[in-house]
Protein backbone atom coordinates (compact mmCIF):
# COMPACT_ATOMS: atom_id res chain seq x y z
CA UNK A 1 0.00 0.00 0.00
CA UNK A 2 1.99 3.04 -1.45
CA UNK A 3 -0.18 5.72 -0.20
CA UNK A 4 1.22 8.93 -1.34
CA UNK A 5 4.28 9.01 -3.04
CA UNK A 6 6.74 11.55 -3.68
CA UNK A 7 9.78 11.43 -6.22
CA UNK A 8 12.50 12.82 -5.80
CA UNK A 9 13.21 12.67 -2.18
CA UNK A 10 16.18 14.67 -2.60
CA UNK A 11 17.23 17.68 -5.54
CA UNK A 12 19.69 19.86 -6.36
CA UNK A 13 19.61 22.11 -9.05
CA UNK A 14 20.68 25.19 -10.62
CA UNK A 15 19.24 28.45 -10.16
CA UNK A 16 17.24 29.14 -13.52
CA UNK A 17 16.18 25.91 -13.93
CA UNK A 18 12.85 23.97 -14.04
CA UNK A 19 12.22 21.32 -11.69
CA UNK A 20 9.16 19.46 -11.30
CA UNK A 21 8.54 17.76 -8.37
CA UNK A 22 5.77 14.30 -8.61
CA UNK A 23 3.50 13.33 -6.62
CA UNK A 24 1.36 10.42 -6.90
CA UNK A 25 -1.48 9.19 -4.38
CA UNK A 26 -2.97 5.85 -4.96
CA UNK A 27 -6.42 6.19 -2.90
CA UNK A 28 -8.25 8.34 -5.60
CA UNK A 29 -8.98 11.28 -2.96
CA UNK A 30 -10.16 14.37 -4.21
CA UNK A 31 -7.83 16.67 -2.66
CA UNK A 32 -4.83 16.97 -3.09
CA UNK A 33 -2.30 19.90 -1.82
CA UNK A 34 1.16 20.76 -2.02
CA UNK A 35 3.29 22.55 0.72
CA UNK A 36 6.70 23.93 1.57
CA UNK A 37 8.33 23.75 4.93
CA UNK A 38 10.89 26.43 6.29
CA UNK A 39 12.32 27.06 9.46
CA UNK A 40 10.58 29.33 11.40
CA UNK A 41 6.93 29.05 9.41
CA UNK A 42 4.49 26.43 9.72
CA UNK A 43 3.92 24.67 6.98
CA UNK A 44 2.99 26.99 3.94
CA UNK A 45 0.03 26.49 0.98
CA UNK A 46 1.59 26.84 -2.08
CA UNK A 47 -1.24 25.26 -4.62
CA UNK A 48 -4.21 22.85 -3.88
CA UNK A 49 -6.94 21.00 -6.33
CA UNK A 50 -10.25 19.75 -5.50
CA UNK A 51 -10.37 17.65 -8.25
CA UNK A 52 -8.63 16.90 -11.70
CA UNK A 53 -8.12 19.90 -13.85
CA UNK A 54 -9.77 22.13 -10.64
CA UNK A 55 -6.63 23.69 -9.30
CA UNK A 56 -6.03 27.17 -7.09
CA UNK A 57 -3.35 29.07 -5.47
CA UNK A 58 -2.41 28.96 -1.67
CA UNK A 59 -0.74 31.42 0.39
CA UNK A 60 3.09 31.13 -1.53
CA UNK A 61 2.33 30.25 -4.84
CA UNK A 62 4.57 32.81 -6.41
CA UNK A 63 7.29 30.87 -9.31
CA UNK A 64 5.25 27.68 -8.85
CA UNK A 65 3.19 25.79 -11.61
CA UNK A 66 0.54 22.75 -11.10
CA UNK A 67 -1.37 20.73 -12.86
CA UNK A 68 -4.09 17.84 -12.27
CA UNK A 69 -4.84 16.32 -15.96
CA UNK A 70 -5.56 12.70 -13.71
CA UNK A 71 -6.48 12.36 -10.19
CA UNK A 72 -3.18 10.21 -8.86
CA UNK A 73 -1.39 12.62 -9.68
CA UNK A 74 -0.44 16.28 -8.65
CA UNK A 75 3.43 17.51 -9.94
CA UNK A 76 4.48 20.58 -8.58
CA UNK A 77 6.76 22.82 -11.50
CA UNK A 78 8.89 25.40 -10.59
CA UNK A 79 9.34 26.92 -13.59
CA UNK A 80 12.72 29.12 -13.33
CA UNK A 81 13.93 27.77 -9.52
CA UNK A 82 15.14 30.51 -7.10
CA UNK A 83 17.59 30.14 -3.96
CA UNK A 84 14.75 31.29 -2.21
CA UNK A 85 12.48 28.20 -2.84
CA UNK A 86 15.01 25.87 -1.47
CA UNK A 87 12.95 24.23 0.98
CA UNK A 88 11.49 20.45 1.79
CA UNK A 89 8.55 20.19 -0.08
CA UNK A 90 5.22 18.15 1.10
CA UNK A 91 2.37 16.66 -0.89
CA UNK A 92 -0.81 15.77 1.05
CA UNK A 93 -4.12 14.23 -0.14
CA UNK A 94 -7.32 14.07 1.20
CA UNK A 95 -10.51 12.61 0.65
CA UNK A 96 -13.99 14.56 0.68
CA UNK A 97 -17.36 12.92 1.45
CA UNK A 98 -19.26 17.26 1.81
CA UNK A 99 -16.20 18.13 4.21
CA UNK A 100 -12.79 17.28 3.99
CA UNK A 101 -11.65 13.85 6.33
CA UNK A 102 -8.14 13.60 6.94
CA UNK A 103 -5.31 14.88 5.72
CA UNK A 104 -2.21 12.04 4.42
CA UNK A 105 1.09 13.53 3.79
CA UNK A 106 4.21 12.25 1.66
CA UNK A 107 7.09 11.73 2.72
CA UNK A 108 8.52 14.90 1.40
CA UNK A 109 10.92 16.55 -1.33
CA UNK A 110 13.82 18.11 0.06
CA UNK A 111 14.80 21.00 -2.75
CA UNK A 112 18.21 22.54 -2.73
CA UNK A 113 18.93 25.64 -5.31
CA UNK A 114 22.23 26.21 -5.80
CA UNK B 1 0.79 37.27 14.63
CA UNK B 2 0.16 33.83 13.80
CA UNK B 3 -3.33 32.37 13.49
CA UNK B 4 -2.43 29.24 15.23
CA UNK B 5 0.37 29.43 17.92
CA UNK B 6 2.44 26.66 20.03
CA UNK B 7 3.82 26.53 23.15
CA UNK B 8 6.22 25.31 23.60
CA UNK B 9 8.77 25.52 20.89
CA UNK B 10 11.05 23.26 22.52
CA UNK B 11 10.90 20.45 25.05
CA UNK B 12 13.18 18.23 26.75
CA UNK B 13 12.00 15.50 29.18
CA UNK B 14 13.27 12.14 30.82
CA UNK B 15 11.91 8.85 29.73
CA UNK B 16 8.43 8.57 31.57
CA UNK B 17 7.37 11.91 32.20
CA UNK B 18 3.68 13.47 31.46
CA UNK B 19 4.34 15.82 28.19
CA UNK B 20 1.83 18.48 27.36
CA UNK B 21 2.16 20.85 23.98
CA UNK B 22 -0.45 23.47 23.81
CA UNK B 23 -2.24 24.99 20.82
CA UNK B 24 -3.96 28.00 20.97
CA UNK B 25 -5.88 30.19 17.70
CA UNK B 26 -7.54 33.19 17.05
CA UNK B 27 -10.10 31.96 14.30
CA UNK B 28 -13.19 29.92 14.29
CA UNK B 29 -12.45 26.32 12.73
CA UNK B 30 -14.10 23.08 11.65
CA UNK B 31 -11.14 20.89 13.00
CA UNK B 32 -8.07 21.19 14.41
CA UNK B 33 -5.21 18.35 13.65
CA UNK B 34 -2.01 17.46 15.39
CA UNK B 35 0.79 15.78 13.64
CA UNK B 36 3.82 14.30 14.11
CA UNK B 37 7.09 14.63 11.94
CA UNK B 38 10.14 12.38 12.82
CA UNK B 39 13.77 13.97 12.10
CA UNK B 40 14.14 13.78 8.09
CA UNK B 41 11.06 11.97 8.35
CA UNK B 42 7.25 12.36 6.72
CA UNK B 43 4.33 13.87 8.29
CA UNK B 44 1.77 11.78 10.02
CA UNK B 45 -1.73 12.64 11.52
CA UNK B 46 -1.84 11.84 14.78
CA UNK B 47 -5.59 13.12 15.48
CA UNK B 48 -8.46 15.01 14.17
CA UNK B 49 -10.98 16.84 16.32
CA UNK B 50 -13.48 19.29 16.64
CA UNK B 51 -15.07 18.62 20.21
CA UNK B 52 -13.56 16.78 23.22
CA UNK B 53 -10.99 14.71 23.95
CA UNK B 54 -9.65 11.79 21.92
CA UNK B 55 -7.05 9.04 22.68
CA UNK B 56 -5.28 6.29 21.04
CA UNK B 57 -2.55 4.42 22.83
CA UNK B 58 -0.01 6.94 25.12
CA UNK B 59 -1.71 10.00 23.27
CA UNK B 60 -4.47 12.45 24.07
CA UNK B 61 -5.97 15.04 22.06
CA UNK B 62 -8.14 17.26 23.62
CA UNK B 63 -9.93 20.66 22.74
CA UNK B 64 -11.80 23.60 24.19
CA UNK B 65 -13.39 25.81 21.55
CA UNK B 66 -14.59 28.17 23.51
CA UNK B 67 -11.33 29.17 24.42
CA UNK B 68 -9.83 28.22 21.16
CA UNK B 69 -7.01 25.87 22.81
CA UNK B 70 -5.84 22.45 22.43
CA UNK B 71 -3.58 19.93 24.19
CA UNK B 72 -1.65 17.10 23.32
CA UNK B 73 -0.95 14.92 26.04
CA UNK B 74 1.72 11.99 25.62
CA UNK B 75 2.03 9.78 29.19
CA UNK B 76 4.51 7.58 29.90
CA UNK B 77 6.87 9.05 27.44
CA UNK B 78 9.75 7.21 25.50
CA UNK B 79 12.49 8.12 23.38
CA UNK B 80 10.59 7.12 20.36
CA UNK B 81 8.13 9.85 21.24
CA UNK B 82 11.14 12.47 20.33
CA UNK B 83 9.82 14.37 17.34
CA UNK B 84 8.31 17.24 15.98
CA UNK B 85 4.40 18.05 17.37
CA UNK B 86 2.35 20.26 15.06
CA UNK B 87 -1.24 21.35 15.43
CA UNK B 88 -3.06 22.71 12.16
CA UNK B 89 -6.37 24.34 12.57
CA UNK B 90 -9.01 23.66 9.85
CA UNK B 91 -10.92 26.94 8.70
CA UNK B 92 -13.51 26.91 6.33
CA UNK B 93 -14.46 29.87 4.40
CA UNK B 94 -17.61 29.45 2.05
CA UNK B 95 -17.28 25.76 1.12
CA UNK B 96 -13.32 26.46 0.65
CA UNK B 97 -11.24 24.60 3.60
CA UNK B 98 -7.65 25.63 4.10
CA UNK B 99 -5.07 24.11 6.87
CA UNK B 100 -3.28 26.44 8.97
CA UNK B 101 -0.08 25.25 10.82
CA UNK B 102 2.03 25.84 13.89
CA UNK B 103 5.26 26.47 13.37
CA UNK B 104 5.88 23.00 15.61
CA UNK B 105 6.95 21.86 19.56
CA UNK B 106 10.51 19.77 18.95
CA UNK B 107 9.75 17.19 21.42
CA UNK B 108 12.96 15.42 23.16
CA UNK B 109 12.92 12.49 25.54
CA UNK B 110 15.65 11.40 26.88
CA UNK B 111 16.38 7.85 28.05
Known amino acids: DAGITQSPRYKITETGRQVTLMCHQTWSHSYMFWYRQDLGHGLRLIYY???????DKGEVPDGYVVSRSKTENFPLTLESATRSQTSVYFC?????????????FGSGTRLTVV | KNEVEQSPQNLTAQEGEFITINCSYS?????LHWLQQHPGGGIVSLFM???GKKKHGRLIATINIQEKHSSLHITASHPRDSAVYICAARISNFGNEKLTFGTGTRLTIIP
Open chain 1, 49 to 55: SAAADIT
Open chain 2, 49 to 51: LSS
Open chain 2, 27 to 31: VGISA
Open chain 1, 92 to 104: ASSSYRGKIYGYT
